[in-house]
């Protein structure tokens, strides 16, 4: 039913031009958003051999891994140079002196997933070798390292055509025989959501996050009207987490994690988890939070009402099953704000007259509501549910094969 939807969305979205017959890159990964790590908003360049060990044992130690967050991505600055000879991509000596495939094996040890890091142009951002016209014998050491993920940035690509050099990279990936998650980082510059399904595993829809709370919110308004492009195996990606980075508030922190979970986006960690607060680790160990983003239906919520004075809006997304996520969110400055939620304003939900059971996601704590369900919601923060019918009966509003739903 809800895919099918979600079809008919898509048709509507895209020109029939550009639709392709397979709606994802198809190397079985990613079916649901990937979870894990990176080092780039905590370390930029500061990586080592060292750190990385530490950071796989934490995974484990904390419990996060056995939560879903498996991926462990080296970002920027692993490399240096390339063999005069092979040309083949070379780590940087001084701080990887067991080399790549020794680290991969350190991971994989760890019941983790390895990722790395290129860029689709002549150098990296950081002005280390690129791949650009060397994809085929850049991807085949990936697949000897034993990576499981390429994240592919934008820089020194001189205003090269980012859908043929993704592609080059795509074929090459394909070609080592090795499924390896696509992560494209095109920073959102030339609308990849209307074309990357095909290419990517996830596509960057803009510029990189930072710590605030300025930055969140932008990005958010950025991700939240793409969301008919997010499907299994091909995901809108809002960047990495900054729960645990700069001066954020646990209410902010809380806002973050529950709006890129719901938004389907990767969950990939990018703080300190060896020094984690425990109110940052309460946060990202949230198993219920966790389920939204992993509901196999993958349908990228959004926001479905406003206020006038935008700050305060009502977020809603299907789940698998008939269920719903309902968020509600208060943007602004002033505490206690009361945000209700009309089961009208939310598209392809189910009559007025629909009781629902309404799981607090963040409490330990349900109800029941018809019709409408009102809460007081903190500045910065969520109330956010799980909703579901309190019986399964033919009261979904529009739209629907109420057959598929027995
Ligand atoms: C390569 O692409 C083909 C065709 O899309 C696909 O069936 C296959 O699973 C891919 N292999 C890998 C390793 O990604
Ligand atoms: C490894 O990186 C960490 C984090 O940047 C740094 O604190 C540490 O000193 C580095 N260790 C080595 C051996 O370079
Ligand atoms: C956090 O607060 C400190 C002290 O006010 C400030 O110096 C720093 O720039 C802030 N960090 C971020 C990322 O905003
Ligand atoms: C709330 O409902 C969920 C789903 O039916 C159930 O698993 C959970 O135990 C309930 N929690 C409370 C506090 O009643």
Redesign the pocket.
């Known amino acids: 039913m809800f895919p099918t939807l979600r079809a008919a969305f898509l048709a509507l979205f895209l020109h029939a031009s550009t639709i392709t017959t397979t709606f994802a890159l198809d190397n079985g990964l990613g079916l649901t958003p990937v979870m894990g790590w990176n080092s780039w908003n905590k ?1 930029a360049c ?6 990385i060990h530490s950071i796989a044992d934490a995974l484990v130690s904390t419990g996060l891994r056995d939560l879903g967050y498996h991926y462990l991505n080296l970002d920027d600055c692993w490399q240096l140079t390339r063999d005069m000879g092979s040309g083949k991509i070379k780590e940087d000596p ?2 990887f002196p067991s080399g790549m495939k020794a680290l991969g094996d350190y991971i994989h040890s760890k019941g983790l997933k390895y990722g790395l890091y290129s860029d689709a142009g002549l150098m990296t951002c950081q002005r280390r070798p690129g791949s650009l016209g060397l994809e085929t014998i850049d991807a085949q050491s990936y697949a000897d390292f034993g990576c499981d993920y390429l994240k592919y940035d934008n820089c020194y690509a001189f205003g090269l055509k980012p859908q043929k050099r993704y592609e080059a990279m795509r074929d090459a990936l394909n070609a080592t025989g090795r499924p390896i998650f696509f992560s494209m980082c095109e920073w959102g510059a030339l609308d990849p959501a209307t074309w990357a399904t095909p290419i990517g595993n996830s596509w960057r829809t803009t510029g990189d996050i930072n710590p605030t709370w300025g930055s969140i919110l932008e990005i958010l308004d950025r991700n939240d009207p793409l969301w008919p492009y997010a499907g299994p195996g091909a995901w809108n990606d809002p960047d990495m987490l900054e729960v645990g980075n700069g001066n954020l508030t646990v209410e902010q922190q809380r806002s973050h994690f529950t709006l890129w979970a719901i938004m389907k986006a990767p969950l990939i960690l990018g703080n300190d988890i060896r020094t984690i607060s425990q109110e940052s680790l309460d946060i990202i160990t949230n198993k219920k939070i966790i389920a939204i983003n992993q509901d196999k239906l993958g349908a990228q919520a959004h926001s479905v009402w406003t206020s006038d004075e935008k700050d305060t809006q009502v977020w809603a997304g299907p789940l698998d099953e008939g269920e719903f996520v309902i968020v509600l969110f208060n943007r602004g400055d002033i505490n206690n704000v009361e945000i209700a939620v009309h089961w009208k304003d939310i598209p392809d939900f189910y009559t007025d007259t629909t009781t629902m059971v309404l799981e607090d996601l963040w409490c330990d704590w349900n109800t029941t509501a018809t019709g409408s369900f009102t809460a007081k919601v903190q500045a910065h923060d969520v109330v956010a549910f799980r909703a579901s019918p309190t019986k399964k009966s033919n009261n979904l509003r529009k739209n629907v094969n109420l057959q598929s739903q027995a």
């Open positions: 370390f500061g990586i080592n051999e060292t750190l001084n701080k």
